[in-house]
């Protein structure tokens, strides 16, 4: 089968599509037919080295298709189902077959179209995860940065339906998408003055919560536009490569909470990220979130795709096309 292959760590160029064997599932694991895999920022870190893994590898953290295979001592029923499903060590979906983890596989929901269910089923678990985990509160204003994001435009959203007023920050290009998202205001993080006007836009207050995965400098203006004596910081990425330089100091002397809700904190029990992932899809089958796909590119142009998600183009989420 095909698959896109990284034998050494660097940019997009890496990604060269190879002739490999075709996997074969363990207990607890499923072969999919990948009809569409999805491109997150994560792919792109793990491409360039950030996640040193070992060589060669295959990208590709989630997948849509059809279950082709089932392990021995796994539920059958799955076999021939169309599903969204997490990849096995969160790689391999840039493949014209992908293995899963039967505990994180989907089937998709009547009437939902495929790469819609692709775009939520992990982001808006993500999403949701941050949320709860923050402690999100109807009455809160919420900064949610990369507003344009496959993770921050579901954020927007989710964030928008518990009842908080959102401020969106973003390139100044995806500003209008993020109003689309439902933010009630947008700031352009590339003005030098953006926390000042985030701070302008509360009445002066601040910022209740921040939800931050871009990292160095704009962590740190979400940390100057967050509000005195209560404001709370969740990082959650750094996707600009830079983490933010913050003096304790400042955050205990203001009163802030900064939490690294990167993983650990947002953690859940098996089952609750399940009930996650299971909530995304039907908040998407109803259309209460609506993920925006961007594009969608051959499984032979998947450096393309990393180009435009590095190349800060992308509203929403990008896509595989492998049949
Ligand atoms: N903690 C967790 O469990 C977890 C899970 C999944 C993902 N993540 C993290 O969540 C973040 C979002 O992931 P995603 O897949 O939804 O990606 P994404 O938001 O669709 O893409 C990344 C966005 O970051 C912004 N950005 C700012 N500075 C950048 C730079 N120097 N280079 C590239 N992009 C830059 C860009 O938006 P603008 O052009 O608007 O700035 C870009 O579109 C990533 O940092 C990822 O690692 C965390």
């Known amino acids: 089968m095909r698959a896109v292959t990284v034998r050494r760590f660097g940019g997009p160029e890496v990604l060269g599509v190879e002739d490999v064997p075709e996997p074969t599932p363990s207990t607890g694991q499923l072969v999919v037919r990948v009809m569409l895999a999805g491109v997150a920022f994560g792919d792109v870190i793990v491409r360039s080295g950030g996640y040193p893994r070992p060589l060669p590898l295959t990208p590709g953290l989630e997948v849509a298709g059809e279950v082709a295979a089932v392990g021995p001592g796994t539920d ?49 678990a993500v999403a949701r995860g941050l949320l709860s985990a923050m402690q999100l509160r109807s009455d809160d204003v919420v900064l949610i940065t990369a507003a344009a994001g496959r993770i921050g435009s579901l954020l927007v959203q989710s964030a928008k339906a518990a009842g908080a ?58 940390v100057a536009a967050a509000s005195d004596g209560g404001g709370r910081i969740g990082i959650y990425g750094y ?28 953690r859940k029990s098996d089952a609750r990220q399940r009930d996650d992932a299971i909530e995304a899809l039907s908040a998407a089958a109803c259309g209460e979130l609506r993920p925006r796909i961007h594009a969608r590119f051959p499984l032979a142009r998947a450096a393309d795709a990393h180009r435009e998600l590095e190349g800060r183009r992308s509203v929403g989420a990008i896509v595989l096309s492998i049949t």
Do not use: N
Not at 194 to 209: K, N, Y
């Open 76 to 124: 059958q029923s799955l076999l021939g189902k169309t599903v969204v499903a997490t990849t096995v060590g969160q790689a391999g979906g840039y493949a014209e077959q992908a293995l899963v983890m039967a505990d994180y596989t989907f089937p998709v929901p009547d009437r939902l179209e495929l790469a819609t269910a692709l775009a939520v089923f992990q982001a808006g």
């Open 165 to 222: 007023t959102v401020i969106g920050a973003a390139s100044r290009d995806k500003l209008t998408a993020v109003t689309e998202f439902g933010a009630d205001h947008v700031v352009d993080y590339g003005d030098a003055g953006w926390p000042d006007e985030v701070r302008r836009l509360t009445g002066g207050r601040g910022i209740d919560l921040a939800l931050d995965a871009v990292g160095g400098q704009t962590t740190e203006g979400a």
């Open 239 to 266: 996707a600009s490569g830079k983490w933010p330089v913050l003096e304790a100091r400042t955050v205990a002397s203001r009163g802030l909470t900064v939490s690294g809700a990167l993983g650990m904190v947002i």
